[in-house]
């Protein structure tokens, strides 16, 4: 079946770099995506989101690239801080109110 | 507001009994959610609902049964719990299909 999918499911990075999290969807009727960040023992917790008819959105220190071309989903996080430590996920939506997530990319972030 | 609100927090079952996780949103959002998260993983979808009196199945829906009486509640109710319902389950609500949604604390459900 269709699914959201991420590249990598760890990334380390040094404190004050810059991360970037790949995810790849394959539903070419997807139209609406979402960045959810999942700290340890809790709830996922919304980023940033960005429709199908924008190619870029920003927001504090994050930002989502959108690629229709290739259906490539990308979360770019600037200065990276200890805080952002966690797992984030992509989701995609459809229609019938239904959110498909992927595995999700573990960031380790080192003092 | 509380947002989204479940309980129990954890729970142990054993084989075969029953139990239902409660749900509660204080947010009047229409769209409501279950998923179950096994560890390293991402989220699988149990059931949702887009309003009162309405539910329709997800990706894993098999021993679980839901209901929508009320705008704010959505129970999950697992019928004959087995060892593969050993899970952590989170309940979500959303103003639509298209903007975010808010995620409850999990509840952490053991079957021995």
């Known amino acids: 079946g269709e699914s959201v999918g991420l590249h990598l499911p760890t990334l380390s990075v040094q404190e004050g770099d810059n991360s970037i999290i790949n995810c790849a969807y394959s539903n070419s009727a997807s139209d609406y995506f979402i960045w959810y960040k999942q700290e340890s023992g809790k709830g996922p917790q919304f980023i940033i989101d960005?429709?199908?008819?924008?190619d870029k959105r920003q927001g504090q220190r994050v930002t989502v690239l959108l690629n229709k071309t290739v259906k490539h989903l990308s979360l770019q996080i600037a200065a990276t801080q200890p805080g952002d430590s966690a797992v984030y996920f992509c989701?995609?939506?459809?229609?019938?109110?239904?959110?498909?997530f992927g595995d999700g990319t573990t960031l380790t972030v080192k003092p | 507001n509380a947002g989204v609100t479940q309980t129990p927090k954890f729970r142990i079952l054993k084989i075969g009994q029953s139990m239902t996780l409660q749900c509660t949103q204080d947010m009047n959002h229409n769209y409501m959610y279950w998923y179950r998260q096994d560890p390293g993983m991402g989220l699988k979808l149990i059931y949702y609902s887009v309003g009162a009196g309405i539910t329709d199945k997800g990706e894993v829906p098999n021993g679980y049964n839901v209901s929508r009486s009320t705008t704010e509640d959505f129970p999950l109710r697992l019928e004959l719990a087995a060892p593969s319902q050993t899970s952590v389950y989170f309940c979500?609500?959303?103003?639509?299909?298209?903007?975010?949604?808010?995620f409850g604390p999990g509840t952490r459900l053991t079957v021995t």
């Open positions: 989701a995609e939506n459809t229609n019938a109110g239904k959110s498909t």
């Open positions: 960005i429709r199908s008819n924008m």
């Open positions: 979500a609500s959303s103003y639509s299909d298209r903007y975010e949604q808010y």
